[in-house]
């Protein structure tokens, strides 16, 4: 284990261990005894959700925040509900992951030249977490950004996460203003010299896939022009 590689495994410790956001702890634990009825026999990780997948990546994913009973429940990004489905079949038929799935932690799964995270790393009630929980998380993935030194483009699903990214960029002096930076579904954002490229796109959520504003080939698209964008 190189020397990046063992920091990002002492900051997941850290990450499972943050207990930052009174309202994320106590929901996510309650969460966590209620259960749901599919998944009575299951026990639930309920506790922050550590990143996932290849220390050495190209490429890193950054999601919203975890499912209360997909990745809440399993102890790994987008594992164990609807968007994780589609989101590691894409990862498979784009050659990052080594299986179609993913349900628990304890799966064969592995990610290569793919780092997935989250902008919130505790599941939020109604999939929002507030201003001030994704500021209390943004120093893990500033951290993240610092390990991952082979990055060459970041994929962010979704609005927040597109936002949370570029107020790192913005509060670290590499870009003036977010206000040129407009989200849209696979569109390139380059930044500047020896900065990751940014790619924006369509969260794989249920609201998303089941209106038929995302589907599994659009967002294919996406992660094979990452892949082509990180060479």
């Known amino acids: 284990m190189n020397s990046s590689s063992g920091q ?14 009174p309202r994320l702890v106590e929901y996510i634990a309650g969460i966590g005894r209620v259960k749901r009825r599919a998944y009575m026999d299951w026990d639930y990780w309920a506790k922050p959700v550590p990143s996932f997948g290849d220390p050495q990546a190209r490429v890193l994913i950054l999601g919203l925040a975890p499912g209360a009973h997909g990745s809440n429940r399993t102890g790994r990004p987008f594992t164990g509900d609807a968007s994780g489905a589609i989101l590691y079949r894409v990862l498979y038929r784009a050659g990052f992951a080594s299986q179609e799935e993913s349900k628990s932690r304890d799966d064969k799964q592995r990610l290569t030249g793919a780092y997935i995270t989250a902008a919130a790393r505790c599941a939020p009630p109604g999939n929002k977490p507030t201003t001030e929980e994704l500021r209390n998380c943004r120093p893990y993935l500033e951290r993240e950004l610092e390990l991952l030194t082979n990055l060459r483009v970041v994929v962010a699903l979704g609005m927040i996460a597109f936002d949370v990214y570029l107020s790192i960029l913005r509060d670290r002096g590499v870009i003036k203003s977010r206000a040129p930076f407009v989200f849209g579904h696979n569109v390139v954002h380059r930044v500047g010299e020896g900065v990751p490229i940014l790619l924006s796109s369509y969260h794989p959520s249920q609201q998303n896939t089941s209106t038929g504003k995302l589907n599994e080939k659009m967002l294919l698209e ?10």
């Open 8 to 21: 990002l495994a002492v900051l997941q410790q850290e990450v499972i261990a943050c207990r930052r956001c």
């Open 222 to 231: 996406v992660f094979r022009r990452a892949k082509k964008l990180a060479g």
